[in-house]
């Protein structure tokens, strides 16, 4: 992710298994409150990672987007903390 992807909806369009990886604040000050939409476009299922230092809270500690055209949401809620909402599965 990249400080322009604020407040955009970010399409992945990939065959295969991907990943999202969320940067550490000290990489990209992503102000808190920052919302990035993401929508898996491809049949490769997405997965949201955090890099070492980043927590990422869920429901359930479900970080996968479910299928093809699911969408979900981070939400920057502190300086390393994100929280990650939407159509995710474990």
């Known amino acids: 992710l990249v400080l322009s992807d604020v407040g955009k909806v970010i399409p992945?369009?990939?065959?295969s298994a991907n990943?999202?990886?969320?940067?550490?604040?000290?990489?990209?000050a992503f102000p808190v409150g920052s919302v990035v939409?993401?929508?898996?476009?491809?049949?490769?299922q997405t997965t949201i990672v955090a890099t070492s230092g980043v927590t990422i809270q869920s429901?359930?500690?479900k970080l996968k987007l479910k299928a093809q055209y699911a969408t979900a949401g981070l939400l920057k809620t502190a300086t390393d903390t994100w929280v990650a909402f939407g159509n995710l599965v474990s």
Do not use: D, F, M, Y
């Not at 992945?12 to 065959?15: E, G, K, L, Q, R």
């Not at 990943?19 to 990209?28: H, I, K, Q, R």
């Open 59 to 61: 429901e359930s500690s």
């Open 37 to 44: 939409t993401l929508i898996q476009t491809g049949a490769g």
């Open 12 to 15: 992945i369009s990939n065959a």
């Open 19 to 28: 990943t999202v990886t969320v940067p550490l604040n000290s990489s990209v």
